[in-house]
Protein backbone atom coordinates (compact mmCIF):
# COMPACT_ATOMS: atom_id res chain seq x y z
CA UNK A 1 0.00 0.00 0.00
CA UNK A 2 1.16 3.26 -0.97
CA UNK A 3 0.46 4.63 2.55
CA UNK A 4 3.52 2.58 3.82
CA UNK A 5 7.48 3.25 4.29
CA UNK A 6 8.43 0.05 2.78
CA UNK A 7 12.12 -0.60 3.99
CA UNK A 8 12.54 -2.69 0.68
CA UNK A 9 13.57 0.42 -1.12
CA UNK A 10 16.75 0.26 0.13
CA UNK A 11 18.97 -1.36 -2.13
CA UNK A 12 19.57 -5.01 -1.05
CA UNK A 13 22.98 -5.05 0.96
CA UNK A 14 22.91 -1.03 1.10
CA UNK A 15 22.00 -0.15 4.67
CA UNK A 16 24.16 3.04 3.73
CA UNK A 17 20.74 4.46 2.15
CA UNK A 18 18.48 2.85 4.57
CA UNK A 19 19.00 5.64 7.66
CA UNK A 20 18.83 8.37 4.79
CA UNK A 21 15.31 7.24 3.54
CA UNK A 22 14.26 6.12 7.68
CA UNK A 23 14.98 9.78 8.07
CA UNK A 24 13.25 11.31 5.33
CA UNK A 25 9.84 9.26 5.78
CA UNK A 26 10.05 10.28 9.59
CA UNK A 27 10.34 13.88 8.39
CA UNK A 28 7.51 13.65 6.11
CA UNK A 29 5.35 12.03 8.69
CA UNK A 30 5.89 14.70 11.26
CA UNK A 31 5.57 17.90 8.83
CA UNK A 32 2.68 17.09 7.03
CA UNK A 33 -0.30 14.55 6.50
CA UNK A 34 -0.67 11.73 4.07
CA UNK A 35 1.07 8.64 2.69
CA UNK A 36 5.28 9.04 2.78
CA UNK A 37 5.24 7.34 -0.70
CA UNK A 38 3.16 9.12 -3.69
CA UNK A 39 2.40 6.56 -6.51
CA UNK A 40 1.58 7.73 -9.88
CA UNK A 41 0.79 5.51 -13.45
CA UNK A 42 3.47 6.76 -15.81
CA UNK A 43 4.25 5.41 -19.54
CA UNK A 44 7.25 3.18 -20.37
CA UNK A 45 9.16 0.82 -22.46
CA UNK A 46 6.88 0.02 -25.63
CA UNK A 47 4.37 1.97 -24.24
CA UNK A 48 3.17 0.05 -21.10
CA UNK A 49 2.12 1.88 -18.08
CA UNK A 50 3.13 0.86 -14.71
CA UNK A 51 3.21 2.87 -11.35
CA UNK A 52 6.27 4.74 -10.21
CA UNK A 53 7.17 5.84 -6.66
CA UNK A 54 8.71 8.83 -4.89
CA UNK A 55 8.49 10.76 -1.60
CA UNK A 56 5.33 12.46 -1.37
CA UNK A 57 6.37 16.25 -1.80
CA UNK A 58 3.17 18.25 -1.92
CA UNK A 59 -0.07 18.41 0.30
CA UNK A 60 -3.12 15.50 -0.75
CA UNK A 61 -4.93 16.84 -3.42
CA UNK A 62 -7.92 15.37 -4.88
CA UNK A 63 -7.72 11.84 -6.14
CA UNK A 64 -6.37 12.11 -9.98
CA UNK A 65 -5.46 16.07 -9.28
CA UNK A 66 -1.77 15.21 -9.57
CA UNK A 67 -2.12 13.42 -13.38
CA UNK A 68 -2.78 16.29 -15.33
CA UNK A 69 -1.13 19.03 -13.38
CA UNK A 70 2.22 19.87 -14.65
CA UNK A 71 4.31 21.15 -11.23
CA UNK A 72 5.98 24.89 -11.58
CA UNK A 73 8.23 26.99 -9.18
CA UNK A 74 6.95 27.92 -6.17
CA UNK A 75 3.68 25.65 -6.80
CA UNK A 76 1.27 26.34 -3.79
CA UNK A 77 0.69 22.57 -3.64
CA UNK A 78 4.77 21.80 -2.28
CA UNK A 79 4.89 20.94 1.28
CA UNK A 80 8.11 22.36 2.97
CA UNK A 81 10.18 19.60 3.50
CA UNK A 82 9.00 18.64 -0.27
CA UNK A 83 10.25 21.79 -1.76
CA UNK A 84 13.92 20.42 -0.20
CA UNK A 85 13.31 16.80 -1.66
CA UNK A 86 12.08 18.21 -4.97
CA UNK A 87 15.38 20.46 -4.87
CA UNK A 88 17.97 17.94 -4.19
CA UNK A 89 15.96 15.39 -5.82
CA UNK A 90 15.80 13.33 -2.51
CA UNK A 91 11.94 12.60 -3.74
CA UNK A 92 13.35 10.26 -6.87
CA UNK A 93 14.71 7.67 -4.35
CA UNK A 94 11.83 5.34 -4.33
CA UNK A 95 12.34 4.82 -7.88
CA UNK A 96 15.13 2.53 -7.20
CA UNK A 97 12.33 -0.12 -6.66
CA UNK A 98 10.99 0.66 -10.11
CA UNK A 99 14.60 -0.16 -11.10
CA UNK A 100 14.53 -3.34 -9.13
CA UNK A 101 11.31 -4.33 -10.31
CA UNK A 102 12.24 -4.05 -14.18
CA UNK A 103 10.30 -1.03 -14.66
CA UNK A 104 12.71 1.51 -14.92
CA UNK A 105 16.58 2.06 -15.13
CA UNK A 106 18.95 4.06 -13.79
CA UNK A 107 19.50 6.43 -17.12
CA UNK A 108 16.55 6.71 -19.79
CA UNK A 109 13.97 9.23 -21.18
CA UNK A 110 11.83 10.44 -17.99
CA UNK A 111 8.64 8.76 -17.83
CA UNK A 112 6.02 10.67 -18.04
CA UNK A 113 1.97 10.35 -17.04
CA UNK A 114 -0.76 9.01 -19.79
CA UNK A 115 -2.15 12.43 -20.45
CA UNK A 116 0.87 14.04 -21.29
CA UNK A 117 2.05 11.21 -23.21
CA UNK A 118 -1.02 11.74 -25.44
CA UNK A 119 -0.72 15.03 -25.45
CA UNK A 120 3.01 15.27 -26.24
CA UNK A 121 2.49 12.93 -29.25
CA UNK A 122 -0.08 15.12 -31.23
CA UNK A 123 2.71 17.61 -30.52
CA UNK A 124 5.85 16.96 -30.64
CA UNK A 125 7.53 14.88 -33.90
CA UNK A 126 8.87 11.42 -33.23
CA UNK A 127 7.58 11.70 -28.97
CA UNK A 128 6.60 8.23 -29.44
CA UNK A 129 10.28 6.83 -30.01
CA UNK A 130 11.65 7.71 -26.72
CA UNK A 131 9.31 4.84 -25.80
CA UNK A 132 11.87 2.25 -27.43
CA UNK A 133 13.86 2.72 -24.41
CA UNK A 134 13.21 1.35 -21.14
CA UNK A 135 12.62 4.64 -19.16
CA UNK A 136 15.18 5.90 -16.49
CA UNK A 137 15.42 8.15 -13.08
CA UNK A 138 17.67 10.52 -15.01
CA UNK A 139 18.72 10.63 -18.56
CA UNK A 140 20.59 13.02 -20.80
CA UNK A 141 17.87 15.45 -20.96
CA UNK A 142 17.93 16.55 -17.26
CA UNK A 143 22.19 16.60 -17.19
CA UNK A 144 21.42 18.91 -20.26
CA UNK A 145 19.26 21.05 -18.44
CA UNK A 146 15.65 20.01 -19.79
CA UNK A 147 13.69 19.02 -16.33
CA UNK A 148 11.24 20.82 -14.40
CA UNK A 149 8.99 23.68 -16.95
CA UNK A 150 11.49 23.41 -20.03
CA UNK A 151 10.72 22.31 -23.42
CA UNK A 152 9.39 18.96 -24.19
CA UNK A 153 10.69 19.53 -27.37
CA UNK A 154 14.53 20.25 -26.57
CA UNK A 155 13.85 17.16 -23.89
CA UNK A 156 12.74 14.57 -26.92
CA UNK A 157 15.54 16.04 -28.87
CA UNK A 158 18.01 14.62 -25.99
CA UNK A 159 16.03 11.56 -25.48
CA UNK A 160 16.43 10.46 -29.25
CA UNK A 161 20.22 11.66 -28.97
CA UNK A 162 20.52 9.60 -26.24
CA UNK A 163 18.71 6.27 -28.31
CA UNK A 164 20.75 6.38 -31.40
CA UNK A 165 24.47 6.90 -29.47
CA UNK A 166 23.86 4.75 -26.48
CA UNK A 167 26.75 3.12 -25.12
CA UNK A 168 28.00 2.69 -21.63
CA UNK A 169 30.45 5.54 -21.72
CA UNK A 170 27.07 7.68 -22.51
CA UNK A 171 25.53 6.16 -19.67
CA UNK A 172 28.24 7.19 -16.89
CA UNK A 173 28.40 10.78 -18.23
CA UNK A 174 25.06 10.94 -17.19
CA UNK A 175 25.14 9.32 -14.08
CA UNK A 176 28.12 11.36 -13.07
CA UNK A 177 26.81 14.89 -13.34
CA UNK A 178 23.37 13.52 -12.21
CA UNK A 179 25.07 13.11 -8.73
CA UNK A 180 26.17 16.45 -8.75
CA UNK A 181 23.64 18.12 -10.97
CA UNK A 182 20.86 16.55 -9.36
CA UNK A 183 21.34 18.51 -5.40
CA UNK A 184 22.10 21.80 -7.60
CA UNK A 185 19.94 22.68 -10.26
CA UNK A 186 18.12 25.26 -11.18
CA UNK A 187 15.17 23.65 -12.61
CA UNK A 188 14.63 21.08 -10.04
CA UNK A 189 11.62 22.53 -8.03
Known amino acids: PETLFCPCLCVPGDFFSAPLLILLAVGMRL ?3 GPILFRQERV ?3 GRTFYMYKFRTMRV ?3 GESDTLWTTR ?3 RVTRLGAILRRTSLDELPQFFNVLRGEMSVVG ?3 ERP ?3 EKFMSEV ?3 NRRHYLKVGITGWAQVNGWRGDTSIAERVACDLHYLSHWSIWLDIRIILPTLWRGFT ?3 AY
Open 31 to 33: TSR
Open 44 to 46: GLN
Open 61 to 63: GKP
Open 74 to 76: DDP
Open 109 to 111: PRP
Open 115 to 117: HFV
Open 125 to 127: AQY
Open 185 to 187: HKN
